[in-house]
């Protein structure tokens, strides 16, 4: 008999599947169980996407706050950014966007 690792129900040995739970028997996840952990949390297709522009964003204040408004006969404009509203703008959407994937899985 093979017992079943999530719930610890008994299978005959030639199960591939729990028959309780339905979970694998053989070590490696069933599609249904790779379907809801690429879902889960914002899934793979969304997280690297969000979390990638926001880095770009960050890098691009840092450059002009540390190096670009250093250098010596650059346009005023360059002085004059504020990275205030940016900074709102990036956190007001990044909540938007967390909230929609969220209504979207109920």
Do not use: H
């Not at 522009?53 to 002085?79: D, H, R, S, T």
């Not at 956190?91 to 109920?106: C, E, H, P, Q």
Request: with cysteine; glycine share 12%; net charge positive.
């Amino acid at each position: 008999m093979a017992y079943c690792p999530k719930c610890g129900k008994k299978n005959e040995d030639e199960a591939t599947y729990c028959n309780s739970c339905g979970a694998s028997l053989r070590g490696g996840r069933t599609e249904q169980e790779r379907e809801w952990a690429d879902n889960c949390a914002g899934g793979p297709r969304f997280a690297p996407i969000i979390w990638g522009a926001v880095l770009i964003l960050i890098g691009l204040a840092i450059l002009v706050e540390g190096v670009l408004k250093n250098i010596p006969g650059m346009p005023a404009w360059v002085n004059q950014i504020d990275f205030g509203w940016i900074a709102a703008l990036i956190i007001g959407l990044l909540f938007i966007i967390w909230g929609i994937t969220r209504l979207s899985r109920r």
